[in-house]
């Protein structure tokens, strides 16, 4: 791993990032959850536990990580994707934060294009909003792992017990047994909320009344509730980890009595959570960090590497379908850009999910998207060069020396590349099939307010379509204005505040309804 100086985005000397050395050691997962549920707090916690940032900043104060970009400081919610990296047992974990307010979709769909795995971010405060569930069943669809993270313990009227039953009945359907904690909350001593974790496999007690990491200690030395309590919670997780092992001597060991070791029972848990069939709950409490070493524990033992899922479908430029793609550094080069922002020392910065092959500076690319003609994103297919490598820590860009199949970077002045594009080998260029998108419904006017402003109207419509794919840019040939159709009411807002941002003076008008002229015939009885 290296440490060599090289020269960051600011032009100052910076540290080159070490990163994974093969996909196996790469853990890709989306936070998913209404806006609110407390994602953005949940990534911050683990950052400043793992030590990747020296303390945990705040959505309040707007000094979170991965909520950097001005209007959420403003706003205080998520708008965009943010990727934050983190280490732990060797492992790299890319935590994907997506916005969990229904007019930022895109930007979410963008999240688990990318991720491999999602946690589902559940507030113990409040009850599963229909959004989530409707996002759990688009990530069955697709056979995606999951897991359950129930957040704010510590909130007025929390309720774990409550919150975990209302998980297994939107969640599990008709198996809610495959929704299950993997331990039980504690409250010990003085304390006015939980501080303490059992373990219902384990029978350990995970005291965390000093904060993180926990004191560990059999359950039955410590001065908790009756271990006898758990036994029939323990029951049901093994019953279900039984119910998804492929050993069938199993059932019949447990039937007559025999304690299966704990070891085995690990190990056909974590594969059913690869497998997508069995989905853990778990309790954390981020600002005391009760729950996050156990949540490591899930994401780096239970989440799939990319080297076990299949990369999504290409083809050819023509249209033609191209052999399946494998997660594999020496292969071609197959990516696809997840995020589109301006940097003031950079220009263009793509955020880029690799799947196969591995990138260096100067190596040959061919950047293509097709299809978003109808929104005002023409079809383009450009041959560029990689130039500086980052790995992206929120608006942090910190230099890499080469991005491997399974991993995230960001690349700088690829001056073509939107949001939605693939990258791929120059020799060999392919499309990939394009994440969903919703339809825009919402028109909203603009005009430049001075035509001393209408280059930069210009230029801003440019850099605002390249990295949100979501907006609709039309001009109306009846009434001549031009319409941005957004997602909602929110959505307009950033829209226009990012307009804004590149320099150019908007106005808003009213939309103008073209009125057309219908002939009709004079109405005669019939009698």
């Known amino acids: 791993m290296s440490t060599k100086k090289s020269t960051g985005a600011t032009g100052r000397p910076t540290a080159t990032v070490a990163t994974a050395d093969r996909p196996e050691n790469i853990r890709n997962v989306a936070l998913v959850g209404h806006s609110g549920a407390g994602k953005t707090t949940l990534v911050e916690a683990l950052l400043a536990t793992t030590g990747t940032i020296p303390r945990a900043g705040t959505v309040a104060d707007g000094t979170t990580t991965s909520d950097s970009d001005p209007v959420e400081v403003s706003q205080q919610r998520s708008v965009a994707l943010s990727v934050c990296p983190l280490r732990s047992d060797d492992v790299v974990i890319n935590l994907l934060d997506t916005p969990g307010y229904p007019d930022f979709t895109g930007e979410l769909r963008a999240g688990l294009r990318a991720a491999d795995a999602a946690l589902f971010v559940v507030s113990a405060a409040e009850d599963v909003d229909p959004i989530t569930v409707s996002l759990w069943e688009e990530c ?163 989440f799939p590497s990319p080297v076990e899922l299949e990369a999504p479908g290409a083809q050819h430029l023509d249209g033609s379908p191209a052999p399946a793609v494998r997660c594999d550094p020496d292969g071609p080069v197959l990516g696809e850009v997840i995020r589109t922002s301006i940097d003031p020392y950079l220009g263009r910065l793509s955020v880029l999910r690799l799947f196969s092959g591995t990138l260096v500076p100067e190596t040959a690319i061919h950047v293509a998207g097709h299809g978003g003609g109808h929104r005002g994103h023409p079809d383009h297919d450009v041959d560029e060069r990689v130039g500086q490598l980052f790995s992206p820590l929120g608006s942090q860009l910190r230099p890499i020396e080469r991005a491997i199949a399974g991993d995230i970077c960001a690349i700088g002045r690829l001056n073509s590349a939107e949001t939605g594009d693939t990258i791929s080998a120059k020799a060999n260029p392919l499309l990939i099939e394009p994440w969903p998108l919703p339809e825009p419904l919402l028109p909203v006017a603009v005009h430049a307010a001075t035509r001393a402003d209408e280059d930069a109207l210009a230029k801003g419509l440019s850099r605002l379509t390249a990295g949100d794919p979501t907006v609709r840019v039309e001009r109306d040939a009846n009434t001549g204005q031009l319409v941005l159709w957004c997602l909602g009411e929110a959505h307009a807002d950033v829209v226009l505040e990012r307009l804004r941002a590149t320099g150019a003076h908007v106005e808003t008008v009213p939309v103008r309804i073209a009125l057309r002229e219908t002939f009709t015939a004079e109405a005669r009885g019939h009698g």
């Open 140 to 302: 069955a669809a697709l056979h995606t792992p999951r897991a359950v993270v129930i957040t704010r313990l510590d909130a007025p009227r929390a309720s774990f017990n409550d919150a975990l039953s209302s998980c297994q009945s939107v969640f599990g359907g008709a198996d809610g047994q495959a929704v299950l904690p993997l331990y039980r909350l504690v409250t010990s001593g003085d304390a006015e909320s939980p501080n303490g974790l059992v373990g219902l496999l384990s029978r350990q007690f995970y005291d965390y009344s000093n904060g993180y990491p926990p004191k560990v200690a059999p359950a039955s030395d410590a001065a908790v509730a009756s271990v006898s309590d758990d036994e029939p919670y323990r029951a049901g997780l093994i019953e279900a980890i039984i119910n998804n092992s492929e050993d069938e001597t199993l059932l019949e060991r447990y039937l007559n009595g025999e304690e299966i070791e704990l070891e085995v029972l690990i190990r056909d848990l974590e594969t059913a959570v690869a497998r997508g069939t069995f989905f853990p709950v778990l309790p954390v409490c981020s600002l005391t960090g009760l729950g996050l070493s156990e949540l490591l524990e899930v994401i780096v033992g239970g």
